[in-house]
């Protein structure tokens, strides 16, 4: 049974009180997420009892420091479905995972080949295509967006051609919530022999993502944005993918051999992980991973799509507002941004923390999809599924009291400014 308060219990930082009384709220989900407690105590207990450099001693911490952190490979293959631990890369963060992709999968490409990317990109997933484009001179593409808020997949399809080497999009934006139909996109991709990759940092923390359904070649996500700790990030690709490509960074762990004259490289996955991982990190992002299934992810997925209804429903009262999102909830569960043209996201951000609420104002690391929206930033609540009604309506109280502010309510114009907020 899903129990939100008790829930609550498992992550300390949720009994916080900020500038001296006020309850804390975190809203920032879609930055990172909160920690329970089991996470944090598997960090000091790694520390504590078994803190050893792995794959090298034959001691027995060596041992058990191996074994827990190869053990977190099997948790991440049950989490996404995928075929086997060899089709799971650690490393630092989703823009590691997709950085290591554009310079390793890149080396093959030549001038004239084409990346096609989507709007709502984050920059994790544009800069290292850029940075590509630098050393090998492929065209980047990217997909529109329509007003609603959702990918333009006919303007998509007509964008691949026969030199699209990678197709590379967000699973859900960070900024609309938009949840993009990888299944769809997998399809055109293998038709025409394009490697897909799917940026999942805003969905596995909140969806059951299964990597062979969905059809794609590779998947990038974050530790820290599920529960785990910072510095992990998932690179979970096909074996025969990985096996062709060239390493990424050179150094020890990722080689079988080295001579005076040249080195060979280790298997996969260990190919892809030079130096000594973050093993404590790794580690608690498997005990983080078990609690989210323990939990459950359709609970988890239910609980969401309630209170962004909830918070919807409370926040299209303030009509001067605009909300950038597809008008179907279940196409944005967990992510609402908004804006006007008047009061700047980050003072609405600076009030609302005054009630001890965490919001994120700014461009959400979207810059181009914020040019799209014709605006420089928005405000971002999202929420993640220890977050409750009660929360929701102290936050929508200090909307108002910024709102209030800034006499808001009562800018009759601006109702009709709003509307015209979209450039197409
Ligand atoms: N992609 C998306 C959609 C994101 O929301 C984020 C984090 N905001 C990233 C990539 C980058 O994640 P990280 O900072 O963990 O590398």
């Known amino acids: 049974m899903f129990d939100v308060n008790k829930i609550r219990k498992d992550f300390p930082i949720l009994e916080r009180k900020i500038w001296g009384d006020k309850q804390l709220i975190y809203l920032d989900n879609a930055a990172t997420t909160q920690k329970p407690k089991i996470v944090i105590d598997a960090i000091v207990q790694y520390y504590e009892t078994y803190n050893a450099n792995i794959h090298r001693g034959v001691h027995k911490l060596a041992e058990e420091a191996t074994a827990a952190y190869e053990?977190?490979?099997?948790?991440?293959?049950?989490?996404?479905?995928?075929?086997?631990?060899?089709?799971?890369?650690?490393?630092?963060?989703?823009?590691?995972?997709?950085?290591?992709?554009?310079?390793?999968?890149?080396?093959?490409?030549?001038?004239?080949?084409?990346?096609?990317?989507?709007?709502?990109?984050?920059?994790?997933?544009?800069?290292?295509?850029?940075?590509?484009?630098?050393?090998?001179?492929?065209?980047?593409?990217?997909?529109?967006?329509?007003?609603?808020?959702?990918?333009?997949?006919?303007?998509?399809?007509?964008?691949?051609?026969?030199?699209?080497k990678v197709i590379s999009i967000t699973h859900k934006s960070n900024v609309l919530g938009t949840v993009n139909d990888i299944k769809k996109i997998a399809k055109l991709a293998k038709t025409n022999g394009s490697i897909l990759i799917v940026d999942a940092a805003q969905s596995a923390p909140h969806m059951k993502i299964d990597f062979s359904d969905l059809g794609c070649d590779f998947l990038a996500f974050s530790s820290h944005k599920m529960c785990g700790p910072t510095g992990v990030g998932l690179l979970v690709g096909k074996k025969e993918l990985f096996e062709k490509m060239s390493p990424f960074l050179g150094g020890g762990e990722m080689i079988r051999k080295v001579t005076f004259e040249d080195f060979t490289t280790n298997d996969v996955p260990w190919k892809f992980e030079a130096g000594t991982p973050n093993i404590a990190d790794v580690i608690a992002?498997?005990?983080?991973?078990?609690?989210?299934?323990?939990?459950?992810?359709?609970?988890?997925?239910?609980?969401?799509?309630?209170?962004?209804?909830?918070?919807?429903?409370?926040?299209?009262?303030?009509?001067?507002?605009?909300?950038?999102?597809?008008?179907?909830?279940?196409?944005?569960a967990g992510i609402i941004t908004f804006a006007n043209p008047v009061v700047h996201p980050h003072d609405i951000a600076t009030i609302v923390d005054q009630e001890g609420i965490a919001i994120r104002a700014g461009h959400h690391c979207a810059q181009p999809l914020m040019k799209k929206l014709g605006v420089s930033a928005t405000s971002r609540a999202s929420l993640y599924f220890y977050n409750t009604k009660d929360e929701i309506d102290v936050f929508i109280g200090a909307l108002q009291k910024a709102f209030d502010y800034f006499e808001l309510g009562a800018c009759k114009e601006l109702k009709e400014k709003v509307g015209e907020r979209i450039s197409k």
């Open 71 to 164: 053990n977190v490979r099997e948790k991440v293959k049950k989490y996404v479905s995928c075929d086997s631990n060899s089709e799971i890369v650690f490393t630092r963060n989703t823009t590691e995972s997709i950085n290591l992709l554009a310079y390793s999968l890149g080396e093959s490409f030549s001038e004239g080949d084409e990346i096609l990317l989507t709007e709502m990109e984050h920059h994790s997933n544009i800069v290292p295509w850029y940075l590509l484009r630098n050393r090998k001179k492929v065209n980047i593409k990217f997909a529109p967006i329509t007003d609603q808020y959702e990918l333009d997949y006919e303007k998509l399809e007509k964008l691949i051609t026969k030199k699209t």
């Open 285 to 332: 992002f498997g005990v983080a991973l078990d609690y989210i299934q323990k939990i459950g992810l359709d609970s988890i997925y239910k609980h969401e799509i309630e209170l962004t209804q909830y918070a919807l429903t409370k926040l299209r009262k303030f009509d001067f507002l605009k909300i950038y999102a597809p008008a179907d909830v279940n196409k944005h």
